[in-house]
């Protein structure tokens, strides 16, 4: 899981299985470490924007990662990517199992930034759309086929996924799942050719990576603006599910929903929802609409885990592209997604019997201050956050609306409960990835 998440807990759904459902919070039976959020560490400065369900554990959004190692496997719990510790697969054995052996240390290799190169977003042409066949023609030299070898703790495994091709000369853009804990990432395209990729940089809170290879004759994709998409237009999906063996596959669709905000690990995201089918191996692969133009990086689906439930279908998300240009314009000149502020405190909601116990109608429970953060000497643990600048604070979105009207460098006033006593601090927001460092 990553380490900083902001929202309170997902609250048990009794919506039978609706993901939209969000009740009020109900005593915890008992939360589990690691399950703060802190509204510090939300979304880049660009202000975009993977939601857990439950009927039982019945509904999941899964990423579209392919595990490899016999039977292809989509797991899904807690929403996390497939290439994690206790649910890997080995890349050589065709075993559900593996032997532990020396722990890894290396990391994957990485390339220049810095080099002015952004991500182009073109207006979508008038006139009619495109015919399948040509949208497909079009698009298919662009797709890459990722392969990623990948380490957790003691084990190893490979992991594959999709990339489009951004630039002529090798930038190319995949989820950041997809190569979550690689040391090396192979890239194969559409002609056949082969290049192990540098990484440029990866951003979590937004599912987006970019890699480069060194390499000619590259067909880059044309990009549009996913807000120049409406909800009933025609979309294909182009990627590599179940991988190699199916890759190139395109799916066709319609984008069912636009602005669908949702949840995984405590990153929020808003994505493009689409009737595309999308599988494991999709991530990081293109949601084109019928100009044959990139809007979207798909990169999960909503599935259902519950045997005695209807299968989900039509249920897939992508990246829309006017999130993923300014996070990728930043990784290419930074390595890293600059801008973005934090407040470096972990907080969550309250419920109802917090609530009576301290004798507060509101609020946000300070759960942990980040060192090095300007809160760190002002705001203590078990602290109560009550208003910021006048807004009254009854569930993190508060807080995070009042924090993504500001930049780094600029302030929020609090005024705090701290054991029955009023306080107020005024606290400062810091770079995210500065105070990370």
Do not use: W
Request: charged content about 20%; aromatic content about 4%.
């Amino acid at each position: 899981m990553h380490p900083y998440y902001f929202d309170p807990p997902p609250e048990e759904n009794t919506g039978e299985g609706s993901p939209a459902v969000r009740p009020a919070p109900q005593e915890p039976p008992g939360r589990r470490e690691g399950e703060q959020h802190p509204a510090a560490h939300a979304g880049p400065a660009v202000r975009p924007t993977r939601r857990k369900s439950e009927r039982g554990a019945a509904l999941v959004l899964a990423a579209l990662t392919l595990v490899l190692g016999g039977t292809a496997v989509l797991l899904a719990l807690r929403a996390q990517p497939l290439v994690d510790a206790g649910a890997f697969y080995p890349s050589g054995g065709g075993q559900a199992s593996v032997t532990p052996s020396l722990s890894f240390q290396a990391e994957l290799e990485r390339a220049p930034t810095g080099d002015g190169t952004v991500l182009s977003l073109e207006a979508k042409p008038e006139g009619e759309g495109m015919r399948l066949q040509d949208i497909y023609r079009k698009v298919i030299p662009s797709i890459v086929s990722i392969q990623a070898t990948v380490a957790k703790g003691t084990l190893q495994g490979v992991s594959q996924g999709t990339g489009i091709l951004m630039s002529g000369d090798g930038y190319l853009i995949t989820n950041a799942h997809v190569i979550d804990g690689a040391f090396r990432v192979d890239v194969s395209l559409e002609d056949g050719r082969g290049f192990q990729a540098k990484l440029v940089g990866s951003d979590s809170t937004t599912d987006l990576a970019v890699l480069k290879i060194e390499a000619e004759g590259l067909t880059p994709a044309a990009f549009g603006d996913s807000e120049d998409m409406v909800v009933g237009d025609a979309v294909v999906a182009i990627g590599n599910p179940m991988g190699e063996e199916l890759r190139g596959t395109m799916t066709d669709g319609i984008l069912s929903a636009i602005n669908r905000d949702m949840e995984v690990d405590g990153n929020p995201m808003t994505l493009l929802q689409t009737t595309a089918a999308l599988n494991t191996g999709n991530s990081g692969g293109a949601l084109v609409n019928d100009r044959g133009q990139v809007i979207g990086i798909t990169n999960m689906k909503l599935v259902s885990t519950d045997a005695d439930s209807n299968t989900l279908e039509g249920l897939g998300f992508a990246i829309p592209t006017a999130t993923v240009k300014p996070v990728v314009d930043s990784l290419i000149q930074s390595g890293h997604v600059t801008g973005r502020p934090t407040l470096g405190v972990t907080v969550r909601g309250l419920y109802p019997s917090e609530k009576e116990a301290r004798g507060v109608a509101c609020g946000l429970l300070v759960d942990a201050v980040q060192a090095g953060s300007d809160a760190a000497d002002k705001v203590q643990a078990g602290d109560i956050l009550l208003t910021a600048n006048g807004t009254e604070l009854n569930t993190t979105d508060d807080l995070l609306a009042v924090r993504d009207a500001l930049d780094v460098g600029e302030s929020i006033l609090f005024q705090a409960d701290r054991e029955g006593a009023c306080l107020e601090y005024s606290v400062r927001l810091v770079e995210q990835y500065e105070l990370n460092q």
